[in-house]
Nanobody
Framework: QVQLVESGGGLVQAGDSLRLSCVAS????????MGWFRQAPGKEREFVAA????????RYADSVKGRFTISRDNAKNTLYLQMNSLKVEDTAAYYC???????????????????WGQGTQVTVSP
């Protein structure tokens, strides 16, 4: 079965960096666009970043553009999110997700993704 396992979350101070990882199994990882989403308490799940199946194109939410970088290693079936200059408002549970279909560009909508990880918590203190 499909498994997406995130890691790398934690408690950091504003201005610090973290790198999240998501290891995929049970899917043809190199055929799937992948995305990162986040959800803060009491808020809707929101798009953070996405990457095409080859890694050649990426897209970001305006709130993280210039601070976060999404990347992937298809040889390791692993997706990454490098987060720099973290802000208190970045505090959320972060989820990786695999595209519903193969060979697509990097979609922004959560309903475009069929498989989700369990999430990893990122907490940024002032």
């Amino acid at each position: 079965q499909v498994q997406l396992v995130e890691s790398g979350g934690g408690l950091v101070q504003a201005g610090d960096s973290l790198r999240l990882s998501c290891v995929a199994s049970g899917i043809s990882f190199n055929r799937k666009a992948m995305g990162w989403f986040r959800q803060a308490p009491g808020k809707e799940r929101e798009f953070v970043a996405a990457i095409t199946y080859t890694g050649s194109n990426t897209r970001y939410a305006d709130s993280v553009k210039g601070r976060f970088t999404i990347s992937r290693d298809n040889a390791k079936n692993t997706l990454y999110l490098q987060m720099n200059s973290l802000k208190v408002e970045d505090t959320a549970a972060y989820y990786c997700a695999a595209d519903r279909f193969n060979y697509r560009t990097a979609p922004r909508g959560a309903d475009e993704y069929a498989s989700w990880g369990q999430g990893t918590q990122v907490t940024v203190s002032p």
